[in-house]
T-cell receptor, first 115, second 113 residues
Framework: DTAVSQTPKYLVTQMGNDKSIKCEQN?????MYWYKQDSKKFLKIMFS???????INETVPNRFSPKSPDKAHLNLHINSLELGDSAVYFC??????????????FGPGTRLLVL | GDSVTQMEGPVTLSEEAFLTINCTYT??????LFWYVQYPGEGLQLLLK?????DKGSNKGFEATYRKETTSFHLEKGSVQVSDSAVYFC????????????FGAGTTVTVRA
């Protein structure tokens, strides 16, 4: 029944490793997002996909690569993990509607710790 | 560019106290404004929103009015409960095609019994 789900919930890994975070939404939305929340709770958009097409790609290192196999899924792959990548990563989705008025629905977050 | 500035926390209150969290924004055009809440260990959820000037959003006893003249969207609640302890984020979505939310820094609110 979870509207936006993410796996895993917790991820502890060593520097230099490659990892993936998966996101799925069952709301029938067209648009999905990845946000990063740092240790001070500050939230910043990383990527956004609309109908599987990349529409936002903020200044994010190219070690981060999103992939949207279909409208309901948006995965985030991170290569060569660094200490500074430790954060909580949130997936979100929204309907297309009237673009800037739509509510975004957030997943529970993936807490990534790089050692 | 578009940005949101909100009151720094943390804020600690007693139950039944009045809560105000200030939020001002900078944006071109006519953004939509949102308050999201993050309870401990959870993702964000929408608390309320307003999509045009003078609109008032309200939910769970919280209110905020979209004031274009002062570029503000302050959050208020008349009588807080312990269950209102959370981090509150003010956000805007600009009138563009990129759908993104620009968030304020978040305000941590703790309500004590």
């Amino acid at each position: 029944d979870t509207a936006v789900s993410q796996t895993p919930k917790y991820l502890v890994t060593q520097m230099g490793n490659d990892k993936s975070i998966k996101c799925e939404q069952n709301l029938g939305h067209d648009t999905m997002y990845w946000y990063k929340q740092d240790s001070k709770k500050f939230l910043k958009i990383m990527f956004s996909y609309n109908n599987k097409e990349l529409i936002i790609n903020e200044t994010v290192p190219n070690r981060f690569s999103p992939k949207s196999p279909d409208k309901a899924h948006l995965n985030l792959h991170i290569n060569s993990l660094e200490l500074g990548d430790s954060a909580v990563y949130f997936c979100a989705s929204s309907s297309q509607g009237y673009h800037n008025q739509e509510t975004q629905y957030f997943g529970p977050g993936t807490r990534l710790l790089v050692l | 560019g578009d940005s949101v500035t909100q009151m720094e926390g943390p804020v600690t209150l007693s139950e039944e106290a009045f809560l105000t969290i200030n939020c001002t924004y900078t944006a071109t055009g006519y953004p939509s404004l949102f308050w999201y809440v993050q309870y401990p260990g959870e993702g964000l959820q929408l608390l309320l929103k307003a999509t045009k000037a003078d609109d008032k959003g309200s939910n769970k006893g919280f209110e905020a009015t979209y004031r274009k003249e002062t570029t503000s969207f302050h959050l208020e609640k008349g009588s807080v409960q312990v269950s209102d302890s959370a981090v509150y984020f003010c956000a805007l979505s600009a009138n563009s095609n990129d759908y993104k939310l620009s968030f304020g820094a978040g305000t941590t609110v703790t309500v004590r019994a």
